[in-house]
């Protein structure tokens, strides 16, 4: 149906920055909100941002707020995060969401990209 893939994770120091980009793709299908959650071990799964479709309608968790900037192209169905100022609680697997449907919730995900952040 709908396939995203992530790219942009890996390893880097505190106070770096990282660019996380996922594209949509498999079907017809419109994007409506796109956005990145993350899963650190021991804890629950959070939404780190989001974005609407209009691009005028952004979130991001109170944590993430002021580093991260989440953006997208919707010629490409790819939603990008950028995170500056990594800490190491960042550290994560983050996961790219898409909702395809006004009235539904995220139904498609990523994989999940290892974000790991040292000290």
């Known amino acids: 149906q709908v396939q995203l893939v992530e790219s942009g994770g890996g390893l880097v120091q505190a106070g770096g920055s990282l660019r996380l980009s996922c594209a949509a793709s498999?079907?017809?299908?419109?994007?409506?909100?796109m956005g990145w959650a993350r899963q650190a071990p021991g804890k629950e799964r959070e939404f780190v941002a989001s974005?609407?479709?209009?691009?005028?309608?952004?979130y991001y968790t109170d944590s993430v707020k002021g580093r991260f900037t989440i953006s997208r192209d919707n010629s490409k169905n790819t939603v990008y995060l950028q995170m500056n100022n990594l800490k190491a609680e960042d550290t994560a697997v983050y996961f790219c969401?898409?909702?395809?449907?006004?009235?539904?919730?995220?139904?498609?995900w990523g994989q999940g990209t290892q974000v790991t952040v040292s000290s």
């Open positions: 969401a898409v909702t395809t449907s006004p009235t539904r919730g995220y139904d498609y």
């Open positions: 498999g079907r017809t299908f419109t994007a409506y909100d």
């Open positions: 974005i609407s479709r209009s691009r005028t309608g952004t």
